[in-house]
């Protein structure tokens, strides 16, 4: 079963995630720590961690720079941030560092459980709600705009692709695409490559953030 570090300062918190991890993945084994030196070293002690819950705000962390220290000393371990913090640009900041998931501690259980099982299906979560936040800083809202898809490489999509990113900005896995549209999830996997190809962007995250503000409804009734 799985093998997971929570590292965060807070022993309230600490005590809730390890109570989600062991109603939501019976038989999981969890790691506790307080710091950002001791998650290092029991990163390089456990070899066989299957994924790191790392809170921004403990000590050690400076912010971003805990990440990316956690990266580059145990870059194949994966990485999800758990922050109190909801601000657009810090989320997309820790994608970018190399996180694999954000998960906001306001999250209601079930949505933290599935959060888990999605990174731990090997897809990267994303806080939908914060993503499609309308009211990201001043600099993020230039970056934004400029990211937009052109119309005429969303028309280049098929229907059925359409479908698939539309879900994908949702922060759908495959495995739910997969159900809610009643497709294989290697049909799934093969439309999303398409898409990436299409768009001109290198992975699901770039896809997630440029269709933000799409109006799916508009291109679905050509």
Known sequence: ???????????????????VIENGFPGCETLETE???SA???????????LILLDLNMPGMNGLN???????????IPVVIVSAEQDKQVVLQAITYGAVGFITKSSPRE?????LQQILDGNVYLPSD????????????????ESKIPPEMLSS????????????????SNKQIAYNLNIAETTVKAHVSAILRKLGVHNRIQA?????????????KR
């Open 1 to 19: 079963m799985y093998k997971i570090l929570i590292a965060d300062d807070h022993p309230l918190f600490r005590e809730a995630i390890s109570s």
């Open 35 to 37: 710091d950002l030196d």
């Open 40 to 50: 290092l070293v029991i990163a390089q002690q456990e070899e066989d961690l299957d």
């Open 66 to 76: 805990g990440l990316m220290s956690l990266r580059n000393d145990s870059p194949t």
């Open 111 to 115: 949505q933290m459980t599935e959060a």
């Open 130 to 145: 914060i993503i499609r936040s309308e009211k990201p800083s001043n600099g993020m809202h230039r970056r934004h705009d």
């Open 157 to 172: 999509l098929t229907r059925r692709q359409l479908l698939v990113l539309e879900r994908m900005s949702e922060g759908e």
């Open 208 to 220: 997630v953030l440029t269709a933000g503000n799409v109006d799916f409804n508009h291109y679905l």
